[in-house]
């Protein structure tokens, strides 16, 4: 929390006499440094100064059949910041009182609140080996813990080491199997001597993108013996990408900058992503004889790629069917969902007209497997719609685990009558193959005889019809005819 005082000040001081118009220069250059100071000092930054945690306490024991088994213990503690004796803040509680040391801990979690901070202390076994730790005082010996601090949103992750110092030797064994008692109310005096850190405790990225996890280590004191290692698991396998050790100088692949390891960022820069990037990455730092590691889990997601199989505006008649489909493409992970929606004619639309239904009838297709292991579903109905049916909206909705807000694709239906010229062209149809079998059938059903006589009624008829006031396309009817009956052969008839 940052406290900040702004002072103001009246400078529309009328002047009297000539002494204070010839006041010096350097009163005003005063006055402003009093007031930068001021300001300054009234600029209070307070720091964290406990923090409420849990003390997992370990209690191993030997079963009946003589198995190791270790039963955990959570016991209320503070994680207290100050002084060597200082009274701790909560008198029932068990305290790990924090004092001064070349590493801050709560440098690392400034501008946090205490409720946004899960924390938890263990104690830590060095597996029976005992490395001095290269400090000044008399105690040669040491008894660790460790302090586990997780944000509540995932933003971050710090693994720090507590020495708390002690004249007692290590008993040469597994240190766990002869772990004194801990009380209540018992206080631990300690400072930090390692940290861990990595402000990408999961990542979700897309593919072919570059990632960076981050990893930060710091230690109490310089040069210290340090290894530092990337490890890749998934799917029970685990597989060494990095390793550094700054004894030998020896190092094994690649992602790591050595110029930026020297300072302490482990960080891990990861090449283009696919779908074999997905999984844990571990990042592990070891001074003797302490070792941390920090767990980054990478979670691929690919957005799917949603079509439609028809326009913005679909045109139809009444009583046509239409298959429209709604098409996800290449998608990770597996889950997806696809809606289809009906909205109400746009030419009813008013205000408080019906919300969208869901349509019922939809199909979907099985999942296909891409070449680039993403997936691919289709949803579909089949649409045969009437007249009240034009001007209603049908909306796809596509939801997804890598979208904030589903994916809409629509389309405006339109609906048409049947054209009439479609029926015209069936009649016509009808009538020519009528003529046609008329035609063919002609010469079994009249002899020749009477074919001349009807064409010659026909053409006295014909004959009549041109004497009287007839139009021009009709007199060229009764020329065509006189041609037919004067050239036509009726042998060819037969």
């Known amino acids: 929390m940052k406290v900040k005082v702004f002072l103001q000040l009246n400078t529309s001081v009328r002047c009297t006499s000539s002494k204070e118009r010839l006041r010096p220069k350097s009163m005003g250059l005063m006055l402003k440094i009093l007031i930068y100071l001021y300001l300054c000092a009234a600029v209070c930054v307070p720091q964290m100064s406990w923090l409420p945690c849990q003390f997992i306490d370990e209690h191993v024991f030997l079963n009946n059949e003589g198995h190791t088994e270790t039963d955990l213990i959570h016991r ?14 909560n008198q029932n509680a068990i305290t790990f009182l924090v004092t001064g040391s070349k590493l801050d801990l709560r440098r690392y979690i400034e501008g946090v609140e205490a409720e946004q901070l ?6 830590y076994s060095t597996q029976g080996i ?92 310089k040069t210290p013996n340090i290894t530092v290692e990337w490890h890749f698991q998934h799917r029970g396998e685990r597989a060494k990408l990095f390793s550094h050790t700054s004894r030998t100088g020896q190092n094994q692949g690649t992602g790591v900058g050595l110029r930026a390891l020297a300072g302490g960022d482990a960080s891990y820069k990861l090449p283009l992503t696919k779908m074999s990037s997905e999984g844990m990455y571990v990042c592990s730092v070891s001074v003797m004889p302490l070792f941390a590691s920090l767990d980054i889990s990478l979670h691929i997601e690919e957005a799917p790629v949603v079509s439609l199989n028809v326009g913005p505006t679909l045109l139809m008649q009444e009583g046509q069917e239409q298959k429209v489909i709604c098409e996800a493409e290449k998608y990770y992970p597996l889950d997806v969902e696809i809606v289809w929606y009906q909205g109400p004619a746009m030419s009813g639309q008013r205000v408080g007209a019906p919300l969208p239904k869901v349509l019922q009838n ?19 109905f089949y649409l045969q719609p009437s007249l009240s049916d034009s001007g209603r909206q049908y909306t796809c909705s596509v939801s997804h685990k890598s979208l904030r807000v589903p994916i809409r694709k629509s389309f405006i239906l339109t609906v048409e009558e049947p054209s009439s010229w479609i029926f015209t062209l069936i009649v016509v149809f009808v009538v020519v193959i009528l003529l046609i079998i ?31 006031d007839c139009p021009p396309h009709s007199i060229s009817i009764v020329n065509l005819c006189f041609w037919m009956s004067s050239t036509f052969d009726f042998g060819l008839l037969r």
């Not at 400090?135 to 460790?146: L, Q």
């Not at 939809?362 to 579909?380: G, P």
């Not at 035609?439 to 009624?457: A, D, H, K």
């Open 76 to 89: 209320e503690a503070m994680l207290q910041f100050g002084q060597k004796g200082d009274a701790p803040v």
């Open 118 to 123: 899960e924390c938890e202390l263990r104690r």
């Open 130 to 221: 005992h490395v001095r730790w290269p400090v000044k005082g008399a105690e040669e010996y040491n008894r660790w813990f460790s302090c586990t601090l997780k944000h509540t949103n995932g933003l971050f992750t710090i693994i720090s080491f507590l020495r708390h110092p002690t004249d007692r030797p290590p008993s040469g064994q597994q240190d766990y199997r002869s772990w004194p008692a801990i009380t209540d109310r018992e206080i631990f005096t300690t400072t930090v001597v390692m940290v861990l850190q990595t402000q990408t405790p999961s990542v979700i990225a897309g593919l072919r993108t570059e990632q960076k996890l981050h990893c930060h280590f710091a230690v109490d004191h």
């Open 362 to 380: 939809i199909l979907l297709s099985s999942h296909r497997h891409n070449q680039d292991k993403t997936y691919s579903l289709s949803a579909f």
């Open 438 to 468: 008329l035609v063919m059938m002609l010469p079994q059903l009249l002899s020749e005889e009477t074919i001349l006589n009807s064409l010659g009624f026909l053409s006295h008829q014909l004959e009549t019809l041109v004497m009287t």
